[in-house]
C-alpha cells in the first residue's frame, strides 16, 4: 500500500507493531483463558486412577514429556503455523471451515443463494481460482457437487464439531472454577472440605451466567491483566519448584520417557491419556476467536506468553512431585499442594479469578456459534441482545444462558470431583479437534489446491495424535465421557430436525410461488384499490411471488400504494460489506411500483436497530431509481461507487449500498410536522411531499447535484416520499407445518411434533428490525410438506 506523502515509514510500522502487540495482549484475556488454567487439573486428573506414582520417578518424567510435546505439537504446530491460515476472511472456527469449503467446491446449506452472492468481495477475497489444480482435487469438488450425501456428510461433521463446542461451554465452566476452588482442600480438613467445595463452586457459577446479560465490556479490560497475572505466577512458581527441588527435570523433554512411561504403565499409562489431554483444552478457541484479533496477535501472545509459561508451570509441578510421593488415594497429588504455603491463599484468589475469566470465554464463544448456527439454518431462532455498541462479537442469548446455567450446575453437583468432569470434558475437547483435522484435509485440496498427499500427511500425523487421546478419553464413557456425548447428541438431533424442516418450508415456498405474469395479469392496479403508505412483505423467496401474497390479495380489497417483497437472507461470508447490503429490482412495469429489495448479512454481522434499517431500506430504494433514471451506460465510478449491475441474475437486480456507505448519496430527512425547518437547494435538490398531505411526519429525499433525474424516475421518488410518509406496514407468513398423508411415519414425527414444537417455543423468523404490533399483519397459511 502507497504511502502518503510526509508519513514517514517508519513511524507507521512502528504503529502497526504497536497495534498487533496491543491485540497481543488482550487476547490473553479472551482466547487463553482457559489454555492457561489447565495447570490446574492436568496431573491430578492424570493421577488419579490409572497410574501410580511411584519412587522411581518414571510416571511423572513420562506424563510431564507428554504434556510438554502434546502442547509443542498440537496447540503450537497445529493450531498457531497451520490452523490459523485456514481462516475465512478473518474468521475461525468449525464453521468458519464448512462455509470455506461450501464456498470452493459450490455447496451449501443454505436453500435461497444466487449467483449475485458469488459477486460479493468476500466471497471471492483470497481465492486464485475456484477449481483445483490437482487432479484428486477436481475429482473431489465434483463428487460434492452432484452427491447429496457427501453434503451432508460434509453438514453433519460440522454440526458434531459445533455440538461438542456447545458441550464444552457446560463443562469447561464447571471444571475450571470446581479445579480452582479445590484449593480450599489444603486448609481445612477432608469431611469439612467435601461440604464446601460443592456449594462454592456452585455459587461461583450461578453468579456467572447470572451476570451474563450485563455483557463484559465494562469489565473486560480487567481480563486481559487476571491471565497475565496468572501466568506470571504459575511460571514463577514453576521456576521455583526447578531450582528448589529437581534442576535436572528438564530432561524429561525427551520423548524417550514417554516410551519408558508406555512400557512401564501399559494399558493403565494409555488410559491416563485422557488426563494429559487436558492441558489442550482451549487451544480451538485460538481459531475460533481469530476473528476478534489476527494471526500475528494471537501467535506472538502464544509463542512468547503462553507457552513458555504452561511449559515452565508443568515442568515446576514434575519437579516438586519427583522429590514427594503420595498414595494414590492421596488427594495432595495437585496444583495446590506445589505452591509454597505463605502464596497459597493469593494463588486461590488469582486461580478462581482466572478461571472465571476462562469460563467467561467459552460461555461467550458458545453464544457466537449458535448465533452463526441459526444464521444458517441449523439452530432455532433464538433472541440476541448485543452487550455492547463498541465491542464485535459480544452478544448475549437469554435462553441458552439459563440452558447452560443449569446443565453446568447439574453437572458439577452430579459428579462433585474434577475426575468426571476431566472425563467429559476431555472428550469433547478432542472430539472437536478431530473435526477440525478432518476439515482441514479438504481445505488443503479444494481451498489451498495443494496435493492430496500432504493432505493425507496432514490427517495421518494430527489425526493419529488426535485418535490416541481420543480412545483414551472414550474408555472412559461410564465414568463421566458420557456427558459430551449424551449432550451433542441432544443438540445434533434438534439442529438437524430444525434444518430439515426449514428446507422443507422453503421447497413448499418455491413450488408454490405465484408467477410474476399472475402479477401482470391483475393489471397497474393489480385488481385491488392501492391506499397509501408502504406494504413490506417478508419472503424468504429471492425469485417469484410468495404464496401468501395471492392469499392475502384474495381475501382483502386493498393494498399499499408502494410494495415491497423483502427478502433478509444470510450468505456463507462472515461478513458482507455495507455497500454491499442489497439487491434490489422492480417486479413488472415501473408504474406498478413494485419492487423486490434482498438485504444480504454475513453469519457474523450485527443487525442494525429498527429506525436505521428502515431509513437504509427507503434510501436503497430511492438509489435504485434515482440510478435508474440515469441509464446503464454510466460509468460506475461516476455514481460514486454505490451501485453495479448483476446482469446475471433474472430480475436484473441491483447492487445498493446502506446510506452511510459513501458521501455522494440520497439523504432522507424525517422530521415532527412541528419542527420542519427550511433546508437550503443551493447543494441539494428536495423532492418532498405536497403540503396537503397531513401526516406525523415529514419526509424529504435530498439529492446530490449530478445529472437530472427524469421526470418518470421524479414521480417515482415523489410517490415513495409519499408513502413512508403514510407509514409501512409489515405483511408477514405466519405458517404451519404438516406432514402430507402417506407421508413415512419418521417424517410425521420430525415435521409434525420435532419441527412444530421448535418453532413453537423459538422466536419469529429473524429480522434485521424491531416490528411494531400496530404495524403488522400475519397471513396464516398451512404447509403440507
Known amino acids: 500500500m502507497d504511502l502518503e506523502p510526509g508519513i514517514d515509514q517508519n513511524q507507521v510500522k512502528r504503529e502497526s507493531w504497536k497495534t498487533v502487540l496491543t491485540l497481543a495482549y488482550q487476547s490473553l484475556g479472551v482466547v487463553y483463558g482457559d489454555l492457561s488454567i489447565s495447570p490446574l487439573y492436568v496431573y491430578r486428573n492424570t493421577f488419579a486412577e490409572d497410574i501410580i506414582h511411584s519412587e522411581t520417578n518414571e510416571e511423572i518424567y513420562g506424563v510431564f514429556s507428554f504434556v510438554f510435546w502434546t502442547l509443542t505439537l498440537v496447540p503450537l504446530l497445529k493450531y498457531v503455523f497451520i490452523v490459523l491460515k485456514a481462516n475465512d476472511n478473518g474468521e475461525g472456527g468449525t464453521f468458519a471451515l464448512y462455509s470455506l469449503l461450501c464456498r470452493h467446491a459450490r455447496v451449501s446449506s443454505l436453500p435461497n443463494c444466487q449467483m449475485a452472492d458469488e459477486e460479493l468481495s468476500e466471497y471471492k477475497n483470497g481465492r486464485i481460482s475456484l477449481d483445483p489444480k490437482t487432479g484428486f482435487g477436481s475429482t473431489l469438488k465434483s463428487a460434492l457437487e452432484r452427491h447429496r450425501v457427501l453434503q451432508r456428510v460434509l453438514l453433519v461433521l460440522a454440526l458434531i464439531g459445533t455440538c ?288 492430496v498427499l500432504l493432505a493425507i500427511c496432514f490427517v495421518f500425523f494430527f489425526g493419529t495424535i488426535e485418535a490416541l487421546y481420543f480412545s483414551a478419553a472414550l474408555i472412559k464413557f461410564l465414568e463421566g465421557a458420557w456427558v459430551p456425548i449424551a449432550l451433542s447428541f441432544f443438540f445434533l438431533i434438534i439442529m438437524h430436525v430444525w434444518h430439515y424442516g426449514t428446507l422443507k418450508k422453503y421447497e413448499f415456498d418455491v413450488q408454490n410461488k405465484v408467477s410474476v405474469d399472475w402479477l401482470l395479469s391483475l393489471g397497474p392496479s393489480l385488481g385491488i384499490v392501492r391506499v397509501h403508505g408502504i406494504g413490506l412483505i417478508h419472503t424468504e423467496l429471492v425469485s417469484g411471488i410468495p404464496a401468501i401474497f395471492s392469499h392475502f390479495v384474495t381475501n382483502l380489497p386493498a393494498f399499499h400504494q408502494v410494495l415491497v417483497f423483502l427478502c433478509i437472507k444470510y450468505v456463507q461470508v462472515p461478513h458482507v460489506k455495507p455497500q454491499e447490503r442489497f439487491l434490489i429490482g422492480h417486479i413488472g412495469p415501473r408504474e406498478y411500483r413494485i419492487y423486490r429489495c434482498i438485504v444480504r448479512y454475513g453469519y457474523r454481522d450485527v443487525h442494525k436497530d429498527d429506525v436505521e434499517f428502515e431509513k437504509d431500506l427507503v434510501c436503497s ?99 415513495l416520499v409519499e408513502a413512508r410518509e403514510s407509514g409501512i406496514a409489515y405483511i408477514l407468513g405466519h405458517s404451519h407445518m404438516k406432514a402430507k398423508q402417506g407421508s413415512s411415519m419418521l417424517k410425521k414425527l420430525v415435521i409434525n411434533y420435532g419441527y412444530e414444537f421448535l418453532r413453537r417455543n423459538s422466536r419469529a423468523t429473524t429480522y434485521a428490525f424491531t416490528l411494531p404490533h400496530a404495524s403488522t399483519l400475519e397471513v396464516g397459511m398451512v404447509y403440507h410438506v
Open 164 to 451: 461438542m463446542v456447545i458441550g464444552d461451554g457446560v463443562l469447561t465452566p464447571a471444571i475450571s472454577v470446581f479445579s480452582a476452588v479445590s484449593g480450599l482442600e489444603l486448609s481445612m480438613s477432608k469431611e469439612h472440605h467435601k461440604y464446601i467445595e460443592v456449594p462454592v463452586a456452585c455459587l461461583i457459577l450461578i453468579c456467572l451466567f447470572a451476570l451474563q446479560h450485563y455483557g463484559t465490556h465494562r469489565v473486560g479490560f480487567l481480563f486481559a491483566p487476571i491471565v497475565l497475572t496468572w501466568l506470571l505466577c504459575i511460571s514463577a512458581i514453576g521456576i521455583y519448584n526447578i531450582f528448589r527441588w529437581n534442576p535436572h527435570v528438564y530432561r524429561a523433554l525427551s520423548p524417550y520417557y514417554m516410551y519408558q512411561f508406555l512400557r512401564k504403565t501399559q494399558r493403565g499409562g494409555w488410559m491416563s491419556l485422557g488426563g494429559i489431554l487436558l492441558c489442550i483444552t482451549g487451544s480451538e478457541a485460538m481459531f475460533a476467536d481469530l476473528g476478534h484479533f489476527s494471526q500475528l496477535s494471537i501467535k506472538i501472545a502464544f509463542t512468547s506468553v503462553v507457552y513458555p509459561a504452561l511449559v515452565l508451570a508443568y515442568m515446576g509441578q514434575a519437579a516438586y512431585l519427583s522429590e514427594h510421593h503420595f498414595s494414590v488415594n492421596d488427594y495432595h497429588i495437585g496444583f495446590y499442594v506445589s505452591v509454597p504455603g505463605k502464596l497459597r491463599i493469593p494463588v486461590l484468589v488469582i486461580a478462581i479469578l482466572a478461571a472465571v475469566v476462562g469460563s467467561q470465554a467459552i460461555i461467550t464463544g458458545t453464544f457466537s456459534i449458535i448465533k452463526q448456527c441459526s444464521a444458517l439454518n441449523c439452530f432455532p431462532k433464538v433472541k440476541i441482545v448485543h452487550t455492547s455498541s463498541k465491542m464485535h462479537g459480544q452478544i448475549y442469548i437469554p435462553e441458552v444462558n439459563w440452558i447452560l446455567m443449569l446443565l453446568c450446575v447439574a453437572v458439577t453437583i452430579g459428579f462433585r470431583d474434577t475426575k468426571r468432569l476431566g472425563n467429559a470434558s476431555g472428550l469433547a475437547v478432542i472430539t472437536v479437534m478431530l473435526v477440525t483435522t478432518c476439515l482441514m484435509s479438504l481445505v488443503i485440496v479444494l481451498c489451498w489446491h495443494r496435493s
Open 621 to 719: 430504494i430511492a438509489e435504485f431509481i434515482r440510478f435508474g433514471s440515469l441509464g446503464t451506460n454510466q460509468p460506475i465510478e461516476d455514481l460514486g461507487g454505490i451501485i453495479e449491475d448483476i446482469r446475471k441474475d433474472e430480475d436484473k437486480m441491483t447492487v445498493v449500498g446502506t446510506c452511510s456507505t459513501l458521501a455522494n448519496r440520497i439523504q432522507i430527512d424525517e422530521d415532527d410536522m412541528s419542527n420542519v425547518e427550511s433546508v437550503g437547494t443551493s447543494e441539494l435538490r428536495e423532492i418532498k411531499s405536497p403540503p396537503m398531505i397531513r401526516s406525523r411526519k415529514r419526509v424529504r429525499f435530498q439529492v446530490p447535484e449530478g445529472p437530472k433525474i427524469d421526470t418518470i424516475a421524479r414521480e417515482e421518488l415523489q410517490e
